[in-house]
């Protein structure tokens, strides 16, 4: 995949990560998270997922 592909691609999973956490399903939200993360670091991202991990402990 290229560069363009991958942001994309972590835009949605992104957006599907915002989705599953408004639903309540932390745990799905969480693998969108870090395969976004995968795709394209950010620190916000980074932030998030962490914020999301704590709601599942």
């Excluded at 942001?7 to 957006?15: C, F, H, Q, V």
């Excluded at 408004?22 to 693998?31: D, K, M, P, S, V």
């Excluded at 870090?34 to 932030?47: F, G, I, R, S």
């Amino acid at each position: 995949m290229n560069i363009d592909g991958d942001i994309d691609e972590a835009a949605l999973k992104k957006t599907q990560a915002r989705v599953e956490v408004e639903r309540g399903n932390y745990q799905r939200a969480i693998e969108h998270l870090e395969e976004a993360q995968y795709l394209q670091p950010q620190p916000h991202v980074a932030k998030y997922l962490e914020q999301v991990r704590r709601m599942v402990k």
